[in-house]
Nanobody, 114 residues
Framework: QVQLVESGGGLVQAGGSLRLSCAASRSILSLGIMGWYRQAPGKQRDMVATIGTGGSTNYADSVKGRFTISRDSAKNTVYLQMNSLTPEDTAVYYC????????WGRGTQVTVSS
């Protein structure tokens, strides 16, 4: 099993930056693909970015060029660097892994003011 804990959310003005962290309870190199998702009020949960064991990354079109997913295997942590934030990025951001079933963290709120 694995537990995921997100942190780093907050309130930021449009154009600002935040870095989210997802700490895993075991080695992220054993977990396969790690992903960040987000869910805005009244909307479905959508993929934001993923990173594979080999380091390959994938991004939603809406965040390409602004967000960067990365990892620190020594800390068992996956990051999401978010730059040039807009109010449309406002959502709860969740970390996900499916190595031991569909596991989600509790999420971290990101609010971008205009």
């Amino acid at each position: 099993q694995v537990q995921l804990v997100e942190s780093g959310g907050g309130l930021v003005q449009a154009g600002g930056s935040l870095r989210l962290s997802c700490a895993a309870s075991r080695s992220i190199l054993s977990l396969g693909i790690m992903g960040w998702y987000r869910q805005a009020p009244g909307k479905q949960r959508d993929m934001v970015a993923t990173i594979g064991t080999g380091g390959s990354t994938n991004y939603a079109d809406s965040v390409k060029g602004r967000f960067t997913i990365s990892r620190d295997s020594a800390k068992n942590t996956v990051y999401l660097q978010m730059n040039s934030l807009t109010p449309e990025d406002t959502a709860v951001y969740y970390c996900n892994n499916r190595r031991y079933g569909d596991v989600w963290g509790r999420g971290t709120q990101v609010t971008v003011s205009s």
